[in-house]
């Protein structure tokens, strides 16, 4: 099974972006724009995953979650991979307790390897949330310099959950699990 580890958006800061971004879809047509229910932050991508070890897996990362204090968190801003000039994907990024949110994407990723997923990502996480796809690299620089204000209400991301994602002519996500961020340390690790 194709799996990730995220963190998902709560409905009124979704709202809120889905509302920033109605001129802006307009305006870009040819670009796609997943389904706002589909948003969520990706700390970790596992890849295909054998179910046998889920068990593991599920252990490890409820560990790696468990050392982690809640977050505060909030969207700002906007930016393109790998450039603005030659964007494939358009993104806003994600602020607050940005430090301790790559610590954890870097827990959450060694567990997971330790428990046998091999493909489970290994680059340092650059937080942010996909907003819209280019087939072949477009010139995205006048959309990102247009969304680059936008400034979103701050949340607090108390858990993070592993997800199953079934693709397809509609790309559907099922949460399997979700894991408590329950370290009582301000700000991080215990």
């Given amino acids: ?66 050392r982690y204090a809640p ?10 991979f790998p450039s603005a000039r030659r964007a494939r994907v358009f ?11 790559v610590r954890l994407a870097d827990s959450l990723g060694a567990g997971a390897r330790r428990a046998g997923a091999v493909q489970a990502d290994r680059r340092r996480l650059h937080p942010h949330l996909t907003l819209a796809r280019s087939g072949a690299g477009a010139d995205l620089q006048r959309l990102v310099e247009d969304f680059g204000s936008f400034a979103g209400a701050a949340w607090e991301a108390g858990a993070v959950h592993l997800v199953r994602s079934h693709l397809g002519a509609a790309v559907r996500y099922e949460t399997i699990a979700e894991y408590p961020l329950a370290a009582s340390a301000p700000g991080g690790q215990s």
Avoid: C, K, N
Avoid at 31 to 59: C, K, M, Y
Avoid at 71 to 80: E, F, I, K, R, V
Avoid at 91 to 101: A, D, E, H, I, K
């Fill in 1 to 66: 099974m194709r799996l990730f580890v995220g963190l998902p958006l709560p409905r009124r800061v979704r709202d809120e972006l889905d509302h920033a971004l109605v001129p802006h879809r307009a305006a870009w047509p040819g670009l796609r724009w997943p389904d706002p229910a589909t948003w969520h932050v990706t700390l970790s991508f596992l890849g295909e995953v054998p179910e046998g070890i889920l068990p593991d897996l599920e252990t490890r990362l409820a560990r790696a979650a468990s």
């Fill in 71 to 80: 977050m505060t968190l909030s969207l700002t801003g906007a930016g393109a």
């Fill in 91 to 101: 993104w806003t990024g994600v602020y607050g307790s940005r430090p301790q949110l």
